[in-house]
T-cell receptor, first 110, second 113 residues
């Protein structure tokens, strides 16, 4: 049974810092891994999707990597801004189910 | 851009009412999902559908039912709303095997009083 863990649960950083969010999963037989952002009271917005055959994806200041053999993905945010404050979730798709992590709540201080 | 539209952002209903939450997607996705999200419990799958008129129970189907009469529309029904169904409800869609990932709607915040 796939389990997805996100560490840390919460993170507070000063503006401008580069940071890494972690997502680990127990079953490496996955189709893809997706990172989402969720603002309070809103739905999930897709940030990056990494297919199982890929190692990383980049969008602007965001870079996501995938290492299936170790069951890990990282989301790197460069030069963080207060507008990056949100909860970040990873989702691992495999078989007939997609499993979501509990998320990392990020607060970027101005 | 794929769009998943949930008909209401906020709803307030009375205990015992029958409640309909509507979700429509415009990209011909086969799969559609209903989740609820509560603080400390994360996303929990209520029901999902792989095709028209097909439905499968998720992890917490009790007290809910669904309907998918057309490919683009997936409805969540609370047969008799209770206060413990106060929650954020999120609809999502995807291609088979989530080949291009999930797309979520903006959510419906339901309060049952």
């Amino acid at each position: 049974k796939q389990e997805v863990t996100q560490i840390p649960a919460a993170l507070s950083v000063p503006e401008g810092e580069n940071l890494v969010l972690n997502c680990s999963f127990t079953d490496s037989a996955i189709y893809n891994l997706q990172w989402f952002r969720q603002d309070p009271g809103k739905g999930l917005t897709s940030l990056l999707l990494i297919q199982s055959s890929q190692r990383e994806q980049t969008s602007g200041r965001l870079n996501a990597s995938l290492d299936k053999s170790s069951g890990r993905s990282t989301l790197y945010i460069a030069a963080s801004q207060p507008g990056d404050s949100a909860t970040y979730l990873c989702a691992v798709a495999g078989g007939f189910k997609t499993i979501f992590g509990a998320g990392t709540r990020l607060f970027v201080k101005a | 851009d794929v769009k998943v539209t949930q008909s209401s952002r906020y709803l307030v209903k009375r205990t015992g009412e029958k409640v309909f939450l509507e979700c429509v997607q415009d990209m011909d996705h086969e799969n559609m999902f209903w989740y609820r999200q509560d603080p400390g419990l994360g996303l929990r799958l209520i029901y999902f559908s792989y095709d028209v008129k097909m439905k499968e129970k998720g992890d917490i189907p009790e007290g809910y039912s669904v309907s998918r009469e057309k490919k683009e529309r997936f409805s969540l029904i609370l047969e008799s709303a209770s206060t413990n169904q106060t929650s954020m409800y999120l609809c999502a869609s995807s291609l088979r095997q989530a080949a291009l990932g999930y797309t979520f709607g903006s959510g419906t915040r339901l309060t049952v009083v």
